[in-house]
């Protein structure tokens, strides 16, 4: 809820008009916002996590096992969100993402995957 008040003057004598206005829309809509911005909206992956675990196995690689990461980069993919739609595109995303969820299952390493 947001209140505003405002002194005015009504037939001569001092009063205020208050205003209350239901934000609930506004306050759930930067919610949502706040959460776009941390975490991808397809796989949930908090956004910074896989820099942050990148950056902890890089400055540990003496000690620790080789590490490495895979980049794919889907040629055309844009086509396919541009003809197909958004909804589609997303879900081949999720069929790839399940792939390497299962690949990562079979193993007991810690492993991160990330859309950019």
């Known amino acids: 809820m947001e209140v505003a008040a405002s002194p005015f003057t009504h037939r001569g004598k001092p009063s205020v008009q208050v205003v209350m206005r239901d934000i609930t829309a506004r306050k759930k809509a930067d919610e949502r916002l706040s959460y776009l911005a941390q975490y991808d909206s ?3 992956c908090h956004r910074s996590l896989f820099h942050d675990r990148l950056e902890q196995t890089v400055a540990q690689q003496g000690a620790a096992p080789p590490c490495g990461v895979l980049f794919v980069d889907l040629d055309r993919f844009k086509l396919v969100n541009d003809t197909l739609g958004h909804a589609i595109g997303d879900e081949l995303l999720k069929q790839g993402g ?3 969820r299962r690949q990562r299952q079979r193993r007991r390493h810690h492993r991160s995957v990330r859309r950019r």
Do not use: F, I, R
Request: avoid cysteine; proline fraction near 0%; charge should be neutral.
């Open 42 to 44: 397809l796989t949930a």
């Open 98 to 100: 399940g792939s390497a």
